[in-house]
T-cell receptor
Framework: SAVISQKPSRDICQRGTSLTIQCQVDSQVTMMFWYRQQPGQSLTLIATANQGSEATYESGFVIDKFPISRPNLTFSTLTVSNMSPEDSSIYLC??????????FGPGTRLTVL | RKEVEQDPGPFNVPEGATVAFNCTYSNSASQSFFWYRQDCRKEPKLLMSVYSSGNEDGRFTAQLNRASQYISLLIRDSKLSDSATYLCVVSRSGGYNKLIFGAGTRLAVHP
């Protein structure tokens, strides 16, 4: 199974600032995703991080707000830009190494004041 | 209406009890079905896939009814360590088969 690490594990930020979250996988994976889990709610897919091309965003999420990089098959970053308190959430990186198996990173707990 | 609906619970059961969770999905074109487990303040982890014929993994049994668009999870002989949130997950067809998560059902097993 894939082992995923995320940095930072948590952060408290001021509104208007930006935070970049890093995701590192211990093996090369084709499919890499970013999710958000707001308090008491389930996971919502933000975007699919594509290696060598622009990310594919889900409805309600835009590149200006959540720019994503994927320079290689083991690493990706998600930036939360111009943050507001509504962005307070857990952000999770996820990878799929087979059609039926998807793994999640430990998450980044973000609080925006 | 949400694409995947679950009873949020919580289900409070004693050790040794049998408990069942239900889930319905609205997209009849959904292809794959899963139960994930999420412990408090942790990431979700795959518990088991759900197959049309039904499948069992130890104390856990999953069933799928495509006609009714209904998925279930049965836990027998509950353990304290089963306390968690159980997420019903459906794979939407097309492209890379995006996973759609239910909001989860919380289970608390007490001594």
């Amino acid at each position: 199974s894939a082992v995923i690490s995320q940095k930072p594990s948590r952060d408290i930020c001021q509104r208007g600032t930006s935070l970049t979250i890093q995701c590192q996988v211990d093996s090369q994976v084709t499919m890499m995703f970013w999710y958000r889990q707001q308090p008491g709610q389930s996971l919502t897919l933000i975007a699919t991080a594509n290696q060598g091309s622009e990310a594919t965003y889900e409805s309600g999420f835009v590149i200006d707000k959540f720019p994503i990089s994927r320079p290689n098959l083991t690493f990706s970053t998600l930036t939360v830009s111009n943050m507001s308190p509504e962005d307070s959430s857990i952000y999770l990186c996820s990878v799929r190494d087979s059609p039926d198996t998807q793994y999640f990173g430990p998450g980044t707990r973000l609080t925006v004041l | 209406r949400k694409e995947v609906e679950q009873d949020p619970g919580p289900f409070n059961v004693p050790e040794g009890a049998t408990v069942a969770f239900n889930c319905t999905y609205s997209n009849s074109a959904s292809q794959s079905f899963f139960w994930y487990r999420q412990d408090c303040r942790k990431e979700p982890k795959l518990l088991m896939s759900v197959y049309s014929s039904g499948n069992e993994d130890g104390r856990f049994t999953a069933q799928l009814n495509r006609a009714s668009q209904y998925i279930s999870l049965l836990i027998r002989d509950s353990k304290l360590s089963d306390s968690a949130t159980y997420l019903c997950v459906v794979s939407r067809s097309g492209g890379y088969n995006k996973l759609i998560f239910g909001a989860g059902t919380r289970l608390a097993v007490h001594p």
